[in-house]
Nanobody, 118 residues
């Protein structure tokens, strides 16, 4: 069983910064992708940023240049530094861990609220 525990989030004014962190425990493939998704009220969950164990990153266009993802493979942790936050970044942010090597896995954290006021 894999568990993801998130921390960080909260409320900040526009232009401010927040940092999210997520730690994974359990039986985890050594080749995987960790990332962050978000879901705003009335909208679908969307990818914010992800990073593979090899260091390849993928960012949503809306956060490029403002958000930075990082990870520690040895500790199975991933973080998301969010700068220059905008009201439209307001959402519940979810940590995700997935891999395709059999047996495949796809796991989610419980979610953490990020609220950006104008």
């Amino acid at each position: 069983q894999v568990q993801l525990v998130e921390s960080g989030g909260g409320m900040v004014q526009a232009g401010g910064s927040l940092r999210l962190a997520c730690g994974a425990s359990g039986s985890i493939s050594s080749l995987n992708t960790m990332g962050w998704y978000r879901q705003a009220p009335g909208k679908q969950r969307e990818l914010v940023a992800s990073m593979t164990t090899a260091g390849y990153t993928n960012y949503a266009d809306s956060v490029k240049g403002r958000f930075t993802i990082g990870r520690d493979n040895a500790k199975n942790t991933v973080n998301l530094q969010m700068n220059s936050l905008k009201p439209e970044d307001t959402a519940v942010y979810y940590c995700n861990l997935r891999w395709v090597i059999y047996p495949p896995g796809n796991y989610w954290g419980q979610g953490t609220q990020v609220t950006v006021s104008s």
